[in-house]
């Protein structure tokens, strides 16, 4: 595995979050521009106004140049929001750079954001593409399905929750 570090997401860093959202979203695999994500209100909620006081995210860096490789983060959904779950329980975005896919970073970076949550959530939610190998990391990791959607693009969505 490469050299990493780990460290905690700081309030002003939106355009950090920003990119790893279209990683998160999987945008280049549905051909969708990135610029999308700067007016979808779908994935807008998940970077705009990053750094509110409930923000708390973990970006893993490749210690010889500090370039960001895994990125995991949590908010607070807005109640009435179609992912907002309950008071507490936070939204998880989480992706990792494709050459880094499978080695290990984006397991380790989201059990630190995992770890540091339990001292401020009640549990996580997320929605993930049924299809993406990720859903395997989060039933290892304890995430249950909840329910499975229409997603943006047309496909289908699980919905995943942990609770502490």
Do not use: H
């Amino acid at each position: 595995m490469t050299d990493i570090r780990l460290r905690l997401v700081e309030p002003q860093e939106s355009a950090l979050i920003f990119s790893f959202l279209t990683l998160a979203a999987r945008m280049k695999e549905s051909g969708e521009p990135i610029q999308k994500a700067l007016v979808d209100e779908q994935l807008t909620k998940y970077w705009l106004g990053w750094g509110r006081p409930a923000d708390l995210g973990v970006v893993a860096v490749r210690s010889l140049d500090a370039l960001p490789l895994s990125c995991a983060w949590l908010r607070q959904l807005p109640e009435g929001d179609e992912g907002y779950v309950a008071t507490g329980v936070l939204e998880l975005a989480f992706g990792t750079i494709e050459s880094e896919r499978g080695r290990g970073v984006g397991s380790q970076t989201l059990m630190a954001l995992l770890e540091r949550a339990r001292s401020v959530a009640l549990g996580v939610s997320l929605s993930v593409r049924a299809e993406n190998p990720a859903v395997r990391l989060y039933q290892r990791l304890g995430f249950r399905t909840t329910s499975q959607i229409v997603n943006r693009v047309g496909g289908q969505s699980l919905t995943m929750q942990l609770d502490f």
